[in-house]
């Protein structure tokens, strides 16, 4: 695809979107004018028609659509304008465009060439890819900066997409430590991966547990950005659990889902993707522990006792509370190799968090209020929400072990979510400014981009935008 950028529309096109405000007084184009009973630039409805030739589609967005709005009604479009496009479109931003939304709208439009059918025999390229195509953005003034950067942010989630979607068999924990050497490579940043014998070396117990039932050797993934005169240094963890049957307590609902429990680990690989793309003057070392959480004879078992990376004794309660065990390897080899000042993780961790929230927004569980605002405003502007739950001190008592030092599993039928992250938070060092996003009913779900659940890419918006802000 070519992208062109000009200020006044030429005759070549064979689509053109001119999208409208309803606040918007007159709906015309070019001496085409509508009137306000045919289109009124109201959220969700469209004009088609044609005119010398070219193709008009008017797009309402409503009187103050928000960036998600937008995001969400250009990749509509693009999603389904595939029939009349050829060689060429153009979209047309009129003065009521901030550059935000023109970001959003950009951004929007990227996406809706995202298609699930990856293994499809028959699987037709959204025009916008192909090689010939031309997509012209025409504004007044100058959006070539800002279309860049929703482009780019478009295809670090569209790889997100990618590697949440595809099947076990091919996101394997070595898939994504070959992503994340290769995007290394391409974007700019260092990535080292531990298999199996470099991370019993270093001591990766727990991380090491997990994947141990799995053929599949667990690959512990450490990517570095590190541009100069960096303002601070931010850590993301992102637990990658490539496939979860739940272990020996083998799951009996949903497993073919399971595909998506590395879709936190795919949000901080798609972040890092996009930070070092944007060239953030911000230092993030992201850790992804990648493995299979699978059935086996050398699988781990209930009642077991493991130690971890940061020599603190873990009773196993349940094999399916393992997120949280390879995380808190994540975090306790973060901190101690790399102390950053600030540390994130993301995780599809506990279906007590979809209970609480539903599919609007993720849990946030953090004791710096600072850090916790900033994270809820950075997600509020983009459209990815988290909404805070306690880490107060009186649910500590749900990983107390009589055998160990803590247990994984409270066994409780009540408040798992902040259990977990209790137990995370264990493996933090009283670090002063940690969070963990608990995205479990953001992660994976249904809209209108397919007939069955898929990746949303949550995350990778939300950290860069935090990050940006700081």
């Given at each position: 695809m070519n992208i062109k950028y000009i200020n006044i529309i030429n005759s070549s096109e064979n689509v053109v979107v001119i999208p409208f405000f309803e606040s918007e007084s007159i709906v015309q184009f070019q001496g085409f004018q509508l009137t306000s009973k045919l289109f009124s630039g109201k959220k969700d409805t469209t004009y088609f028609t044609e005119n010398n030739g070219r193709h008009l589609l008017f797009l309402g967005l409503g009187k103050n659509p928000n960036y998600k709005e937008i995001k969400t009604i250009f990749r509509r479009i693009s999603s389904k304008i595939t029939p009349f496009c050829d060689s060429s479109a153009s979209v047309v931003f009129s003065s009521s465009f901030t550059a935000e939304l023109?970001?959003?709208a950009v951004s929007g439009l990227m996406l809706g060439t995202y298609q699930l059918g990856h293994f499809k025999t028959l699987n037709e390229k959204h025009p916008f890819l192909k090689e010939d195509f031309t997509l012209t953005f025409v504004s007044d003034s100058s959006c070539e900066e800002v279309a860049t950067k929703g482009i780019k942010i478009a295809n670090a989630q569209l790889e997100t997409y990618t590697l949440v979607d595809l099947p076990s068999n091919t996101i394997t924990p070595k898939y994504l430590a070959n992503w994340a050497i290769e995007a290394g490579k391409k974007f700019g940043f260092s990535t080292e991966v531990f298999g199996r014998e470099k991370a019993t070396e270093v001591g990766l117990h727990s991380f090491l547990a997990v994947g141990q039932g799995s053929e599949r050797e667990p690959q512990f993934i450490i990517m570095d950005y590190n541009p100069k005169n960096s303002k601070k240094h931010i850590g993301l963890v992102g637990k990658g659990i490539t496939f979860d049957t739940g272990g020996l307590n083998i799951k009996t609902a949903g497993m073919v889902h399971m595909k998506c429990d590395m879709a936190g680990g795919g949000a901080v690989l798609g972040a890092m993707q996009l930070i070092a793309d944007l060239q953030l003057p911000y230092r993030v070392t992201a850790i992804v522990p990648a493995c299979e959480n699978s059935v086996d004879a050398k699988s781990f078992l209930p009642s077991d006792v493991i130690q971890s990376y940061k020599g603190s004794s873990i009773e196993i309660i349940d094999t399916d509370a393992e997120g949280r065990l390879i995380l808190a390897d994540g975090l306790s080899y973060l901190i101690k190799n790399y102390k950053p000042e600030i540390i994130i993780d993301l995780a599809t961790l506990t279906g007590s968090?979809?209970?609480?929230?539903?599919?609007?927004?993720?849990?946030?569980?953090?004791?710096?209020?600072?850090?916790?605002?900033?994270?809820?405003?950075?997600?509020?502007?983009?459209?990815?929400?988290?909404?805070?739950?306690p880490l107060w001190d009186s649910y500590k008592s749900d990983i107390d072990s009589e055998i160990a030092d803590v247990k994984n599993y409270s066994g409780k039928p009540v408040a798992g979510a902040i259990s977990a992250a209790k137990f995370l938070e264990h493996f933090t060092d009283e670090h002063s400014s940690w969070a963990h996003l608990d995205i479990a009913g953001v992660a994976f779900g249904d809209d209108e981009f397919a007939k069955t659940k898929h990746a949303t890419a949550f995350g990778v918006h939300l950290i860069t935008t935090f990050i940006e802000n700081l």
């Open positions: 023109i970001e959003a968090s979809v209970a609480t929230f539903g599919f609007e927004c993720g849990a946030l569980f953090t004791n710096n209020a600072q850090l916790s605002q900033k994270l809820q405003s950075s997600g509020d502007s983009i459209g990815e929400r988290l909404w805070p739950l």
